[in-house]
């Protein structure tokens, strides 16, 4: 069954979303995980709070998430957003 992933990310000052490193990463992470899920990424920032970025998409399943999570190529994009984005939290949920 079809789940949605909802992530909240957060940049971690100085950064911001119009530094060229972090524009670079988010379009890696939409090509890249929409390759492997099959399903667009959305991205949503808090505008009483800039700094905070929710990132929206769906897979197959959990389990199709779940070996996305372990590949190469998103621990490669994990090494690339350390030190300027924190991951806060992740879930999926059970809707289309």
């Not at 490669?76 to 991951?87: D, H, S, V």
């Amino acid at each position: 069954m079809p789940v949605t992933e909802f992530a909240s990310l957060s940049l971690i000052p100085p950064n911001t979303l119009s530094d060229p490193h972090v524009i670079d990463l988010f379009s890696k992470v939409s090509s890249w995980q929409s390759s492997s899920s099959g399903y667009p990424l959305t991205f949503f920032t808090n505008p009483a709070e800039p700094a905070e970025i929710y990132l929206i998409s769906g897979w197959d399943d959990v389990r199709a998430h779940e070996r996305w999570i372990a590949s190469s190529r998103n621990q490669e994009l994990l090494q690339i957003a350390e030190g300027f984005l924190n991951i806060i939290g992740m879930v999926h949920l059970d809707l289309d």
